[in-house]
């Protein structure tokens, strides 16, 4: 399955993006993780925290991103 | 947009969008919400100002957030095997206590990179190119940038957008988990893993055509939540209930992150 928002036909929904914790605020995505995707595309995300600094944008700037796109 | 434009032969010559972003009260969550300010430049008339305004509102990830435009279908796999479908999640299931992180205000800006445009030898145009993303956040002592590039390209330079948006939702979901499960002689936040997947029919023609005319186009999507532990140990109520308070998921739900739009022609 080639990743893209338009495939040409309705088919299983294959689970091929990733998201794992590797600390208490970053999470690493991984998008077109399946045989034959397109990419992978790596994204670190993370949250606002007093004890370092931020891996990534958080979730939801991700998802508008996007959004802008 | 720049597809809608093409396929509409709206002179539109270049692009920008800012989003504003803030934290928004949501039932039993904390929310976010975007102001918008679209800026259009080309010799364009009222009309076709219309509709490109209702085509960035309709576009594929813009109706996901907007018009709770997603069917999630979830499941959840422990690390004993076990699987279970997730979804619907019991009528009457509160959601689960617990702190989960604010969402800073920031801001997220796309810039249309024109030259990433691609066409086929016969002059038409075969991919909507790229577009390069500056996202600002506030970190809780200082401020924190990035920049991203999403798009459409023939040989997948960039990740689709929504794509990127789906990446989102599942760090959210990680995010969420993370936080609010109780993990604490089960396992640890690194054993959850979120895995989602999207189905769609119709392609980006269809996409493309259902953001130009406003449609609404239901989107499935299917989730999976890898949890350690067991069905006795993290119940799969417990972790529907999480699923309940987080941000993104309730915009997939619900919609209504729109909280303002302007779109201003140049």
């Known amino acids: ?52 600094d931020v891996g990534g944008p958080p979730p939801q700037y991700l998802a508008v991103a996007g959004w802008a796109a | 947009m720049v597809g809608v434009a093409y396929r509409g032969g709206i002179p539109l010559e270049d692009i920008e969008v800012d989003f504003e972003v803030e934290p928004v009260e949501r ?34 990830v813009g109706q996901a957030l907007t018009q709770g435009a997603m069917v999630v279908e979830d499941e959840v796999q422990w690390s ?25 205000p920031g801001s997220v800006h796309g810039s249309y990179l024109l030259d990433t445009k691609e066409y086929d030898e016969n002059g038409g145009m075969t991919d909507e190119g790229e ?77 493309q055509g259902n953001a130009a005319a406003g449609r609404v186009a239901h989107r499935n999507a299917v989730r999976r939540i890898g949890a350690p532990g067991t069905p006795r140990t993290m119940p799969v109520e417990v972790i529907q209930a999480a699923l309940l308070r987080d941000p993104i998921s309730i915009a997939y739900r619900e919609g209504g992150v729109l909280l303002d739009e302007q779109v201003v022609v140049d």
């Open chain 2, 27 to 60: 039932a039993g969550s904390i929310g976010f919400g975007v102001r918008e300010v679209v800026r259009l430049k080309g010799n364009l008339s009222e009309m076709e100002r219309v509709r490109l305004q209702r085509a960035a509102r309709f576009c594929p």
């Open chain 2, 131 to 207: 577009a390069k993303i500056y996202v600002t956040t506030q970190n809780l002592t200082h401020t924190s940038r990035w920049t991203l590039v999403a798009g459409h390209s023939s040989n997948g330079w960039a990740p689709p957008p929504f794509p990127t948006a789906q990446a989102g939702w599942a760090a959210s979901t990680a995010t969420t988990l993370s936080r609010l499960l109780p993990l604490e002689g089960v396992g640890s936040a690194t054993d959850l893993r979120v895995e989602v997947g999207m189905n769609v029919t119709g392609g980006r023609d269809q996409a």
């Open chain 2, 80 to 104: 004993s095997g076990e699987v279970t479908a997730a979804s619907p999640a019991p009528e009457g299931l509160r959601p689960l206590e617990g702190n989960l992180p604010v969402i800073a």
């Open chain 1, 1 to 52: 399955m080639i990743l893209d928002d338009s495939p040409a036909a309705a088919s299983q929904p294959q689970r091929n993006i990733i998201a794992r914790p590797v600390g208490e605020d970053t999470v690493l995505t991984l998008v077109g993780a399946g045989a034959g995707s397109r990419g992978p595309w790596p994204f670190v995300t993370g949250i606002p925290n007093l004890t370092s």
